[in-house]
């Protein structure tokens, strides 16, 4: 099985985009990251690929994989043959929003006793 050309639009700190990397890392493939934050051209670029602005964004050997979680990434490499299961467990979560999307629990009001 040859490796993959692979390049990844991701965000520096976010939950989808962590999952995306860990799936990579469990494979052992190797990426091209572009910073869509940080890089504004990188943005902009992902944006002309794909005509739309959600990340992570992920082209594998040409084909493009728009806003999508690591779960979706291992799953279409694993159907079309760009990997095989092997078991590892990846380091973080490949399913999971960025901290400021997660549900935040809710709080009990506060009481105060006299």
Same mark, same amino acid.
């Given at each position: %099985?040859?490796?993959? &050309?692979?390049?990844?639009?991701?965000?520096?700190?976010?939950?989808?985009?962590?999952?995306?990397?860990? #799936?990579?890392?469990?494979? =052992?493939?190797?990426?091209?990251?572009? =910073?869509?934050?940080? #890089? $504004?051209? /990188?943005? =902009?670029? %992902?944006?002309?690929? &794909?005509?739309?602005?959600?990340? $992570?964004?992920?082209?594998? /050997?040409?084909? #493009?994989?728009?806003?999508?979680?690591?779960?979706?990434?291992?799953?279409?490499?694993?159907? /079309?043959?760009?990997?095989?299961?092997?078991?590892?467990? $990846?380091?973080?979560?490949? /399913?999971?929003?960025?901290?400021?999307?997660?549900?935040?629990?809710?709080?009990? $009001?506060? &009481?105060?006793?006299?």
């Amino acid at each position: %099985m040859s490796k993959p &050309t692979i390049t990844a639009y991701l965000k520096p700190w976010c939950g989808w985009s962590a999952g995306v990397r860990a #799936v990579f890392k469990k494979y =052992d493939l190797a990426f091209e990251e572009k =910073d869509i934050i940080n #890089v $504004p051209e /990188n943005f =902009d670029e %992902m944006v002309r690929k &794909t005509g739309q602005t959600k990340q $992570p964004t992920v082209e594998i /050997n040409g084909r #493009v994989l728009a806003d999508v979680s690591g779960e979706e990434v291992e799953a279409w490499m694993l159907q /079309n043959g760009v990997v095989s299961e092997n078991g590892r467990v $990846p380091e973080v979560p490949i /399913n999971q929003p960025c901290a400021h999307e997660m549900p935040q629990a809710q709080a009990a $009001p506060m &009481t105060f006793k006299r």
